[in-house]
């Protein structure tokens, strides 16, 4: 019994009519994923809905009024955010902007690259010695406050 496959083949092509169709059921697969993912993003559909408030008709008008404590209640004592530790190590992201803020500053402390080298060392004592600060010749934050402050 031999079966022939040449009506399964268009005009004599060997190519197979399966290609559309899973062309097609991809697309519209991830059509779908998509649809799908924007209605699990919507807002309206995350937001979960209050609670209806029910009032009792026989309730008192008096219940409804403030209570005196709630009228009068102490105010919150709100601390003071701690003071920053400005005698830590400056990040190397931090020396970058020091050596970028003393060279617009006038000051040549080499290349921009975040390490420490003599040059580095030369600007920041000279631009210590010209601010008034306490001379270290050692990048900290209160120099780097100091940098942002004049070059604003």
Same mark, same amino acid.
């Given at each position: 019994?031999? +079966?022939? !496959?040449?009506? &399964?083949?268009?005009?004599?092509?060997s190519?197979?009519? /399966?290609?559309?169709?899973?062309i +097609?059921?991809? *697309?519209?697969? !991830?059509? &779908?994923? !998509? &649809?799908y993912?924007a209605?699990?993003?919507?807002?309206?559909? +995350?937001?979960?809905?209050?609670a209806p408030?029910? +009032?009792a008709a026989?309730?008192?008008?008096? /219940?409804?009024?403030?209570?005196?404590e709630?009228?009068?209640?102490? %105010?919150? %004592?709100?601390?003071?955010?701690?003071?920053?530790? !400005?005698?830590?190590?400056l990040?190397?992201?931090? *020396?970058? $902007? %020091?050596?970028? *803020?003393?060279?617009?500053?006038?000051?040549?402390?080499?290349?921009?690259?975040?390490?420490?080298?003599?040059?580095?060392?030369?600007?920041?004592?000279? &631009?210590?010695?010209?601010?008034?600060i $306490?001379?270290?010749?050692q990048?900290?934050l209160e120099?780097? $406050?100091?940098?942002?402050?004049?070059?604003?």
């Amino acid at each position: 019994m031999n +079966i022939s !496959l040449a009506r &399964f083949q268009r005009n004599g092509s060997s190519r197979s009519n /399966a290609a559309p169709v899973a062309i +097609i059921g991809t *697309l519209s697969l !991830l059509l &779908f994923g !998509l &649809f799908y993912m924007a209605a699990l993003n919507n807002p309206i559909l +995350i937001r979960t809905p209050k609670a209806p408030v029910a +009032i009792a008709a026989s309730a008192p008008v008096q /219940a409804m009024q403030p209570r005196a404590e709630a009228v009068h209640a102490p %105010v919150p %004592v709100v601390e003071a955010p701690p003071v920053p530790d !400005l005698s830590r190590p400056l990040t190397r992201a931090e *020396l970058r $902007e %020091v050596q970028n *803020l003393l060279k617009s500053a006038g000051y040549d402390p080499g290349k921009p690259d975040g390490l420490m080298g003599p040059k580095t060392k030369t600007a920041i004592a000279s &631009f210590e010695a010209t601010q008034d600060i $306490e001379p270290s010749a050692q990048p900290n934050l209160e120099l780097l $406050e100091a940098l942002r402050t004049k070059s604003r």
